[in-house]
């Protein structure tokens, strides 16, 4: 069994904030190098860093990463995409990484920055001038590839979850935020709390702006700039250690009533 024996994040600062010049690796490093030394672990142990990101401009960003915390040159960085379960699937990878016997010490999590993402163009075979784009696609078919909040409404009007439903959630969600302690939390550029918490109500909610049906900008998720790692240790390296065991996990894609499937209207 592998284990998770140490976990750090930033706070969580909406795009265009505190950490507006920050880059991807520039919010990775601090915490990494909290990481280690909340495990008691050198750059040294480390066999591997596996890092999501969803929106940067290609290449390696777990390289880059790697390289600005210091890790050896061996720590070669493996950068996987898959959007919002990435940092879970990059916590499973390092388990099976650990649970073969490749590596002992793998870190992994993600690292995004809506605040620096590169501007994207689309080109055409027939010499247009390429198009930008925000969405990256997610089907073949455009028709069946929805928007997150529009996605969202979809799934909610299919489970039959209502706003009211959904404002309700959002509310307990952020008083548990605003209540709870972060020491797992790396100061970085001032912030120690996430400064999109608030103490939402009922006619906060009812007064916020529609972003898609029953979706609003009080009870989706935003948009930001943040990292998150854990370090994932086989049994020799968490023995005498109190850590967590990782016992299993997988990711699945949506079922035949998600968005993109053919039954959902247009």
């Given at each position: 069994m592998s284990h998770i024996l140490a976990a750090r994040r930033s706070a969580v600062a909406p795009r265009n904030g505190a950490f507006a010049t920050l880059e991807p690796h520039d919010i990775a490093t601090p915490v990494i190098d909290a990481l280690l030394a909340d495990a008691g672990l050198a750059p040294e142990d480390i066999g591997?860093?596996?890092?999501?990101?969803?929106l940067g401009a290609g290449g390696n960003p777990a390289r880059v990463t790697a390289l600005a915390a210091g890790l050896p040159q061996r720590v070669a960085g493996l950068t996987i995409d898959r959007q919002c379960a990435g940092?879970?699937?990059?916590?499973?990878?390092?388990?099976?990484?650990v649970q073969s016997g490749l590596h002992e010490v793998v870190i992994a999590g993600g690292a995004e920055s809506y605040s620096r993402r590169p501007q994207r163009l689309r080109s055409f075979a027939d010499g247009r001038p390429?198009?930008?784009y925000d969405q990256a696609r997610f089907t073949p078919w455009p028709e069946r590839d929805p928007g997150m909040a529009e996605a969202a409404d979809r799934l909610a009007r299919d489970q039959g979850i209502s706003r009211e439903t959904q404002d309700t959630w959002a509310i307990e969600s952020h008083r548990k935020a605003l209540a709870a302690t972060a020491p797992g939390i790396v100061?970085?550029?001032?912030?120690?709390?996430d400064p999109f918490t608030r103490a939402l109500t009922p006619r906060l909610c009812a007064r916020a702006p529609q972003v898609h049906g029953t979706i609003t900008a009080a009870n989706m998720a935003v948009a930001a700039d943040a990292a998150a790692f854990v370090l994932v240790v086989s049994e020799r390296v968490?023995?005498?250690?109190?850590?967590?065991?990782?016992i299993a996990g997988r990711t699945l894609g949506g079922p035949r009533t998600c968005p993109a499937s053919p039954r959902w209207p247009p």
């Open positions: 591997e860093l596996i890092l999501s990101n969803a940092g879970l699937d990059a916590l499973l990878l390092a388990a099976a990484m390429p198009e930008p100061e970085i550029a001032g912030l120690t709390r968490a023995q005498g250690r109190q850590s967590a065991g990782i």
